[in-house]
């Protein structure tokens, strides 16, 4: 098949999302595709620029050379672009797209997982691989997936949304206790997020939630254990934890080889590990997301079980959960990769 593995983008998980889109591209040549990395944000050549050939030729368009530890400055990415538009489809990249027997969605956070780039998908006809563009910015919009959570009988944090229009300093007004959780109502890979413990860092807490975006989430901070479920066509894999040996899990744990002791399966009561899996498989039922996703959860010291978040297109980087977790069912990065696709295919019949 001709596929494009579309990555980078403006989303502070653009880094991620080029390491993601790097392996990808790699295990879906080694399955005898022929494959295109391209970045949706800098595009391809110039417009007008021949197309014809270019899946015979497959160029390598990105040179990727890891995650570094800190989020992208992003406003540096927009000016190394040639031209001066401030459309996020860079150059020639519908066009590729178009010619693609699919593209395979290597994208993450903003512009990647919120369904705006599959609507746009939609209009244009371009098979993709993940959710539908609806799923995807419900799931997305950390607000509206807990209403649906709770909805479902899925335990999910106490917690209240705020604009930036309405913000308040005032702690007492949340209904909280401290410690808290901040973090951007839309945002991924645990940018902006903070562990708030007193009244002055919870205050520092929302000067850097609202530096990412408009809305915040303040919630219930859970103490325990940390994990995580991939769910693929409504079956949920095994159960992996996730236990930074410094810290929380943010997004330097989450990148940096060796920050984090992650295990899969996880050491868990099996009742405990198949409840997991089953709010996980709800938690993707609830949102609609019939392709793959994963969900994450806390385990308090009382064994109770909080749903987190989903994420609609998981990172698939050399740390990432999601490979893991089908590894230790017997199923190698490639043939995910080529798992992902068929599904995706089945899915836009």
């Avoid at 919870?202 to 303040?218: C, Q």
């Avoid at 749903?307 to 998981?314: F, G, H, I, R």
Wanted: charged share 25%.
């Amino acid at each position: 098949m001709k596929i494009v593995v579309l990555a980078g983008g403006l989303s502070t998980e653009r880094d991620v999302s080029l390491s993601t889109g790097s392996m990808v591209s790699r295990a879906l040549r080694q399955k005898g595709h022929r494959v295109l990395l391209l970045d949706v944000f800098m595009g391809y050549g110039k417009a007008g620029d021949p197309l014809t050939d270019i899946f015979e030729t497959v160029p390598d368009t990105i040179q990727v050379s890891g995650v570094p530890e800190t989020a992208p400055d992003l406003e540096k990415i927009r000016a190394m672009r040639e031209d001066t538009s401030d459309c996020l489809f860079g150059p020639n990249v519908i066009e590729l797209c178009r010619m693609a027997d699919i593209v395979f969605l290597a994208l993450h956070g903003e512009n990647g997982e919120d369904g705006r780039i599959q609507a746009a998908f939609d209009l244009f006809g371009i098979r993709y691989t993940g959710s539908n563009y609806l799923s995807s910015a419900i799931a997305m919009n950390k607000r509206l997936s807990k209403r649906f959570f709770s909805d479902c009988g899925i335990p999910t944090p106490k917690g209240i949304s705020m604009k930036k229009a309405e913000r308040t300093a005032d702690f007492c007004q949340t209904g909280l206790t401290l410690p808290c959780i901040v973090k951007p109502c839309r945002g991924g890979s645990s940018v902006g997020i903070s562990v708030v413990r007193t009244i002055p860092e919870y205050e520092a807490a929302l000067d850097e939630a609202f530096r990412w975006e408009d809305e915040v989430i303040v919630e219930e901070y859970i103490q325990g254990r940390e994990f995580s479920v991939a769910v693929i066509s409504q079956e949920a894999l095994p159960v992996i934890e996730i236990a930074p040996l410094e810290g929380f899990y943010d997004y330097k744990n989450k990148y940096k080889a060796g920050s984090t002791v992650e295990t899969c399966p996880a050491s868990l009561p099996p009742d405990t590990a198949r409840q997991i899996q089953q709010y996980a498989a709800a938690a993707a039922e609830a949102l609609e997301l019939n392709t793959y996703c994963r969900v994450d959860f806390m385990l308090n010291e009382q064994e109770q079980i909080f749903c987190l978040e989903v994420n609609t297109l998981p990172g698939m980087t050399p740390t990432s959960l999601l490979p893991q977790e089908a590894r230790a069912i017997g199923i190698e990065f490639e043939d995910l990769c080529e798992r992902l696709i068929q599904i995706s295919l089945n899915n836009n019949e």
